[in-house]
């Protein structure tokens, strides 16, 4: 499910991204017009779940975003989650560039708001799942063939 507020999506494979295996993801949500996700994607499964190398990059892409938007380097700020909390097993992180500190506070009330919804609508529905997938369920499953 796409988030509504996310406007004008675009990826993109910049200079020093594809040989890192890495994709940039640009977007807009109401009053952050500059936000970005730097996603590392490796094709071998073996790969370590945080390039620290990888990290590095998107850390030096962070401050050049920012001052290419901005023209300073430190007007953004970072969000990396841990592998336990993320949806995706591969480094992700994400850019939001700000000009002024009331876009700080902003972000971080329409963060609260997402993650708020998604949370609520998991719990809501894990006794759904529950109920689909439980012991009544595969044995109406199997009478059904």
């Not at 590095?56 to 290419?68: K, N, P, Q, T």
């Not at 480094?91 to 609520?120: C, D, N």
């Not at 044995?139 to 063939?145: E, N, S």
């Amino acid at each position: 499910m796409r988030n509504p507020l996310v406007r004008n999506r675009r990826i993109a494979s910049p200079p020093g991204y594809a040989e890192r295996e890495c994709r940039l993801v640009s977007y807009a949500m109401p009053g952050l017009r500059h936000c970005f996700v730097l996603c590392h994607e490796p094709t071998d499964p073996a790969h370590p779940a945080i390039d620290y190398s990888v990290m590095d990059f998107f850390m030096g892409e962070a401050h050049a975003l920012s001052r290419g938007i901005t023209g300073n380097p430190h007007s953004f700020v970072v969000i990396h989650s841990g592998g336990l909390v993320r949806k995706r097993p591969n480094l992700h992180m994400h850019v939001f560039v700000i000009r002024r500190r009331w876009q700080k506070a902003w972000l971080y009330l329409l963060l609260a708001g997402i993650h708020s919804v998604s949370a609520l609508r998991r719990a809501l529905l894990r006794p759904l799942r529950r109920a689909r997938t439980g012991p009544a369920a595969i044995g109406d499953r199997a009478d059904a063939r």
